[in-house]
């Protein structure tokens, strides 16, 4: 009889995209994983495990990778056994649409950048709320309040150059992306599902129906790491 391989070991921090994005895919696939949620600050671990930042995915044997988009499609061919979720998607209808999230990136990162905060990693200990405002401050030359004023202009951007209430009728036809689960409704959960925190923005009611449908086939909870859960 093999002996039982322990599960992988995923160091991540909850506010985290790619963070997100791993645990949807471990989680859509059936690959138990042992949690380790890492601080806001904690750069050692990463830097400990090999990489420059978190999340890192230590897998049994060893090996060890981040949540980048092509370790993530590489998934498939370390677990061949279980459910696919980058090889199914024709090669023209995925470079589509890292082009189309690509162009939303920037705006999508200023929309989002306010209501990080919910996640206790961040607003749990002043030190590390202080952290976040200056890191906001760094990369986006505005305060975190001065983006949370900006929200309505920008998610007006947002919607009219993403096509959302088109993506949304979509989505609600086929019930995901490509009529399956696949990566590219991982990448649009960990991207577009905290718009929903937003104060006075009201995304499509069947973008927000897609949220949770694939958040429970992954079983991903869309508030995990909240310091105040929805």
């Known amino acids: 009889m093999l002996p039982t391989l322990p599960p992988p070991t995923l160091y991540h921090r909850w506010s985290s995209t790619e963070g997100q994005m791993l645990r949807m895919a471990l989680g859509a696939k059936g690959i138990p994983w042992k949690d380790h949620p890492c601080r806001l600050r904690d750069q050692e671990t ?4 090999g990489f420059a930042d978190l999340p ?3 897998h049994a044997d060893g090996w060890a990778q981040s949540g980048q988009l092509a370790d993530l499609a590489a998934l498939d061919a370390r677990y061949p056994d279980t459910r696919p979720l980058h090889t199914p998607i024709p090669e023209a209808e995925w470079e589509a649409f890292l082009s189309w999230r690509e162009g939303l990136s920037a705006l999508r ?8 905060p919910a996640y206790a990693e961040i607003c749990g200990a002043p030190e590390d709320m202080e952290y976040y405002r200056w890191e906001c401050a760094r990369r986006f030359q505005q305060s975190i309040e ?3 004023n900006d929200r309505y202009g920008a998610y007006q951007q947002l919607e009219g150059r993403g096509r959302l209430r088109a ?8 019930r995901f992306y490509t009529g399956d689960l696949s990566l590219i409704d991982i990448i649009l959960i960990a991207d577009f599902h905290l718009l929903r925190l937003l104060d006075g923005v009201t995304l499509p009611l069947d973008l927000q129906y897609y949220f949770q449908r694939v958040a429970e086939v992954c ?4 508030n995990g790491g909240m310091i105040r859960p929805l």
């Open 167 to 174: 993506l949304a009728k979509r989505l609600a036809k086929r």
């Open 109 to 116: 990162d200023r929309l989002v950048a306010p209501v990080l």
């Open 146 to 148: 001065s983006l949370a």
């Open 56 to 58: 890192v995915l230590v």
């Open 46 to 49: 990463a830097f400990d495990l």
């Open 219 to 222: 079983g991903f909870s869309l």
